[in-house]
């Protein structure tokens, strides 16, 4: 059974460029969160979807960056005209409907803006 | 907002030593895990702890849950380079979203 896949592994953008990061998650798993992690602040909450739902996006940037999971296919947190600021690893951990408590981690997208 | 602390930020040990990273908050906490995160990866899961008082073994690493349940110790004994990492300890809030302390990197050579 493989485990959440995320890509791309590596994202070099550009400042103003678009960056769109995917997350597919473990068989079977209909619930998907996003972390960011910035060097000097450890792993945030960002987003809590379910299928074609969003359940929390407190931990959401209110501008530029956007979340969705569909029906089909795998989850897409997207960045609009990216900053450098918005360089980090971003996570995506999914989970089983009945065991949301026990999340399971991709390896991540490293998004460097230059 | 719940805050986790954890300390030290950084231990670099030799092979075979003993160790001890905490976890503390000011908050009640129904459960509290410990994750591993190894460079270039995603953290993986190391236990969850759910009763005050409560202590769990996992081959050389020993997890304790306060009798309050506002803070948390990680022991590794006999600490082996393969230990190295970074260790996330993290508890739920909200719809099941995580929030994690900032961790202890842990460097153990040789």
């Known amino acids: 059974n493989a485990g959440v896949m995320q890509n791309p592994r590596h994202l070099v953008r550009r400042r103003g460029q678009e960056a769109r990061l995917r997350c597919s998650p473990m068989?079977?798993?209909?619930?998907v969160y996003w972390y960011r992690q910035l060097p000097e602040e450890g792993l945030k909450f960002m987003v809590y979807l379910q299928k074609e739902n969003i359940i929390d996006e407190s931990g959401m940037p209110k501008e530029r960056f956007s979340a969705e999971f569909p029906k089909e296919g795998p989850s897409i947190l997207r960045i609009q005209q990216v900053v450098r600021g918005d360089s980090a690893a971003y996570f995506c951990?999914?989970?089983?409907?009945?065991?949301?408590?026990?999340?399971?981690f991709g390896p991540g997208t490293r998004l460097t803006v230059t | 907002t719940q805050l986790l602390e954890q300390s030290p930020q950084f231990l670099s040990i030799q092979e075979g030593e003993n160790l001890t990273v905490y976890c503390n908050s000011s908050?009640?906490?129904?459960?509290l895990q410990w994750y591993r995160q190894e460079p270039g990866e995603g953290p993986v899961l190391l236990v969850t702890?759910?009763?005050?008082?409560e202590v769990k073994k996992l081959k050389r690493l020993t997890f304790q849950f306060g009798d309050a349940r506002k803070d948390s110790s990680l022991h590794i004994t006999a600490a082996q380079p393969g230990d190295t990492g970074l260790y996330l300890c993290?508890?739920?809030?909200?719809?099941?979203?995580?929030?994690f302390g900032k961790g202890t990197m842990l460097l153990v050579s040789p």
């Open positions: 951990a999914s989970a089983l409907a009945g065991a949301l408590y026990e999340q399971y």
């Open positions: 908050s009640v906490f129904s459960s």
């Open positions: 993290a508890a739920y809030s909200g719809y099941s979203t995580l929030t």
């Open positions: 702890v759910v009763t005050g008082g």
């Open positions: 068989k079977g798993h209909s619930h």
